[in-house]
């Protein structure tokens, strides 16, 4: 697809995110040469779905070329770490949002074989396969409103190369038999490579320290946040704020002064009733539950317990909240709201081009990238047609839809400058030579035409051989 300038309503997001980025630091604001470069790298995304300088010249006719673009990616000053903040107090101030709930999840992408300059890239379990394949991990934190839902803080994951190595030797060891005392000692984990949990907590008191006019009613999070230190602390840093995760059905929890684990007390004590629930605030379903306020092992202290099934399972799952003065079907419909943040990283993934073609190299390279398009994500919700919906109270258009009408809206713009060009014939022509210039014919290896198909029939002199 091709373009001529920046969308819209994209130009306009950009005017504004300068404002914010002023307000926050006042030689933080963006050159008119900037805002240019921005507003043309986000409809590049809109239009490309991916970060792709390549791709980027070719949508414009080589107008603007690889060379200058990553020029500026990489060192045209701009303040990086202030431009997500500002465009969340943008989305704060257009939807008057005073409160809301933040929901914590990270995501997987896979890369190419050749990852070596890719920030914090490690093996990963490939679900499709069943295999390994590298890729980045993404922390991210979504904050879900009564109007909307959108990322509001991230950083990349890595695990310590020196306790991944220890991991698997122990491993093997254990198999062959070695004795603990006899294998070597754990190490100490590298502060360079903290925890999705300790990444987790610091994205919580950065929110809290950048939007502390939000009032979060509740943190969201599964069954790997489900740990004691990460459920206590995230509930203290925002004033004992409700926090619900998943414990495992293994999981022990102390009933009567004995101990059981939450499969036997849930399925032999304890057993659910049916009920209905709303989901999200949507439909509502069918589902058997149980609860009780219990002293869970692992934790040390009493949480709220919930065991709930859908129908159709066989299995519970087991919820866990900190704020024991909750009722029991209030803290299902909220951890309900915990698969928004799923649905975000589908829509990122497929429609806002995060992970396509993985060019951006270094720890500044995947990180101004992902910010680019979390950017995009910010401004197709600040869309007139996206605000004029949510503001009417009417259904909010999906991501996929959106994009596609905007670039349509891109393209008619191209057409209409084309048409209104004093001589639009000696235009067209002159873009037709640039077509030829940019888009250039490449050779596939697919087909053999020009190649030796090699001999592909019998040897007379071998035939007693087939019977041999």
């Known amino acids: 697809m091709l373009m001529g300038e920046s969308a819209a309503f994209i130009k306009n997001f950009i005017n504004d995110l300068d404002t914010a980025l002023g307000e926050l630091k006042s030689n933080a604001k963006l050159s008119g040469t900037q805002k240019v470069w921005l507003g043309f790298c986000l409809t590049g995304i809109l239009l490309m779905n991916s970060v792709c300088w390549a791709k980027f010249e070719r949508a414009s006719l080589g107008s603007y070329k690889v060379s200058a673009l990553s020029w500026m990616f990489r060192d045209a000053k701009i303040y990086w770490n202030y431009m997500l903040q500002a465009s969340v107090i943008l989305i704060v101030k257009r939807y008057d949002i005073k409160e809301g709930v933040i929901a914590i999840d990270e995501s997987d992408r896979a890369r190419s074989k050749r990852t070596k300059r890719i920030h914090h890239v490690h093996k990963q379990k490939h679900k499709a396969s069943g295999g390994y394949v590298n890729g980045q991990t993404v922390v991210l934190l979504l904050l879900v409103t009564e109007s909307v839902s959108f990322p509001v803080g991230f950083a990349f994951y890595m695990p310590d190369p020196v306790l991944t ?192 073609e993985a060019k951006q190299l270094d720890e500044e390279g995947s990180s101004r990238g992902l910010i680019l398009s979390l950017l995009l994500d910010h401004c197709l919700l600040l869309h007139p047609e996206q605000t004029a919906r949510i503001e009417n109270k009417l259904p909010a258009c999906t991501v996929g839809s959106l994009q596609r009408k905007s670039q349509m809206d891109v393209l008619l713009e191209f057409v209409k400058n084309l048409l209104n060009h004093p001589e639009p014939g000696d235009k067209i022509k002159e873009l037709a030579e640039l077509i030829d210039d940019t888009f250039q014919l490449m050779p596939s290896d697919k087909h053999m035409v020009g190649k030796n198909l090699g001999r592909l029939e019998s040897t007379p002199s071998l035939n007693r051989r087939a019977f041999g």
């Open 165 to 356: 190595k220890w991991n698997t030797e122990d491993k093997c060891l254990k198999k062959s038999g070695v004795a603990k005392k006899d294998r070597p000692d754990k190490p100490q984990r590298n502060p360079l490579y903290p925890t999705k949990i300790q990444i987790a907590l610091q994205l919580l008191r950065e929110f809290k320290k950048n939007h502390e006019n939000i009032k979060i009613t509740a943190i969201l999070a599964d069954a790997l946040y489900g740990e004691a230190y990460f459920m206590t602390e995230a509930s203290l840093l925002f004033d004992k704020v409700q926090v619900i995760s998943q414990l495992r059905e293994n999981q022990n929890i102390e009933y009567k002064g004995k101990k059981r684990n939450l499969k036997h007390y849930f399925n032999k004590i304890n057993i659910g009733v049916p009920a209905m629930i709303r989901v999200r605030g949507g439909k509502e379903i069918r589902v058997t539950l149980s609860s009780a306020r219990l002293k869970v092992s692992a934790h040390g202290k009493k949480r709220f317990v919930v065991a709930l099934k859908y129908e159709g399972e066989s299995d519970y799952r087991y919820l866990v909240a900190t704020n024991m003065t909750w009722r029991t079907i209030d803290i299902i419909q909220a951890y309900t709201l915990r698969w928004l943040v799923e649905v975000f990283f589908e829509d990122w993934k497929l429609y806002e081009g995060w992970g396509r």
